[in-house]
């Protein structure tokens, strides 16, 4: 047989001693300096059809802490070990609810668990946390519609969706679409596969977020307006929807508003606002008809009325990028990028209304975690704006079970 070349052979040494360096530097790097977007890329994995979402079988650290996943990726005991006899619930939300930055018997799906166990002796209870990290309502409808999913008997199916749904960036294939517009048609196979095996590892995953860091400073040149991943209209639906599915399952159903804390809007007074709502529908419609200068002129009069809706802000921004003005261009959108707190913090407002009128219009009980954990008053409550603390876990395991054994959710004879 004729021996490979020896340059040939000392290139591929070289390669895989000099990747071997990297990938540890890259390692240490992340788990020292990354911030949370470079480490979740250790726990998620890009999906065809829900656009990401855990990693199944996971047996490892995320942001300091051991983190176990089951055949689903969820942070929970494996299906196929829940007895039949069990009396079982299912929690769906985002983070806060998978536990973001608490360890797994700090999160309120298992000190739940542990508090119903005590309240119902000899009865088996399983809680089974259906968190998964930086999903909305739609990405969480679809995922309870999984086989996997629907074969389980759910007694109590409590539904905690909000937060995410406000944002305008994911953490996989962010675009100017809302989620059920970019995951409408199903991702290409070949590409999510060659994706996770190119993720996989560290010095390329903080290569390419670094890369895409950099061209991310200069978003102001893009041309297109942020839109919010789930809009009003559509969060009611798929929450409609969640509701539906669970009284197919002949489920009991618990409503969870989302807690945060980020500064309030000022908001002007509601004839200011009515009059900034006008001029910026107007300028929509002449930006949609590329009559720029005249948009420019009735997004900066919405402005004057409500200096701090920043919808305007962004399509000023868009207008300044076909007009040819940078300089605009770019200060528009950063003042819209700053306003974005107060955004977040009147739209989730808005969320948690409209999950207060499907729980009058479905007869169903609804936790307002804000009143129940002062999570925005309670600095002990709270690691950052979104996520609780083990503290503010232990607040919301202690309602939940009040209000399961109040209510008798579980339908177990007392």
Sequence with gaps: MKKPPFLLTAVIISFVVWFTALELIASRWIRKYGDPLDKTRCVLVADRLLGWRQKKDFNGYFLGVRLRTNECGLRSKPFSSIPVAAKTILILGPSSTFGWGVADNQTYSYVLQKLLAKKYPGIQINVINAGQIGFSSWQGLQFYKEKKLKALKIDLLILAYGVNDVDRFRFFYTSTRSDKDEFAIPKDARKIYLQNFLTKSNFVNLLSRKLLGLFDKYRYFRRDVPVRRVDDPDFAKNVKALINIGRENKSEIVLLTSVYKLPSLERADPEREGISRKYTDMGKKEFNNK????????????????????????????????LGD?????????????????????????????????????????????????????????IDPIHMSAKGHEKIAAVLSSVIYENNLLKVNQ
């Design 326 to 382: 940078w300089r605009n261009r770019k200060s528009m959108f950063e003042k819209g990028l700053s306003l974005e707190p107060k955004r977040i913090s009147a739209d989730i407002n808005k969320l948690n209304g409209i999950l207060v009128k499907e729980a009058k219009d479905n007869n169903l009980i609804l936790v307002d975690l804000e009143k129940s954990i002062m999570f925005s008053q309670d600095s002990t409550m709270a």
């Design 291 to 322: 009559r720029f200068l005249e948009a420019v002129a009735y997004f900066k009069k919405a402005i004057e009325a409500d200096p701090e809706q920043n919808d305007s802000y962004y399509y000023l921004s868009c207008c300044y990028y076909y």
